[in-house]
């Protein structure tokens, strides 16, 4: 059971840092947009093997992703999304749209529908995560500034 976490883990790393590198991120962010990758997958495995719904689970490792993003911008001076934009792709349904795909070619309309819903669905999990932890970071944000304003 551990060696299957090391090794999602692992390769989650290695997607998002991979590509960090597609996407032309800065040297010094690639691992850390491999660690964000990491915390996001491992929050939906985790959330998976507890049979949470796969959109929740999505949602959920999104959230993770903009939360690490956030911090990982704001101690490296960087913008956030270049930590986000590598984090969530171990988390993009691609499987799913490509099945879904595959049976709109074979002319199975039928097989096809629920595929693309559910990568539809999956694909609004990971926006909706992104703009949740980044309202909540605004609001934290805000609610910090008008304590130091009174302190002062």
Known sequence: ??????SQLLFSFIA??????IFNAPRQSLIKCGIAGMIGWISYVLLEDLNVDTVMASFVGAF???LVGHIMAKVNRMPMIIFSVA????????????????HVAQNDYLGAIPLAAKAFAISGAIAMGLVFAEVLVQLFLNIVKKLKGVNN
């Open 64 to 66: 993770f992703v903009a």
């Open 87 to 102: 984090g969530i792709i171990p988390l993009v349904p691609g499987g799913l749209a490509y099945n879904s795909m595959r």
């Open 16 to 21: 998002s840092a991979s590509f960090g590198i």
């Open 1 to 6: 059971m551990i060696s299957y976490y090391l």
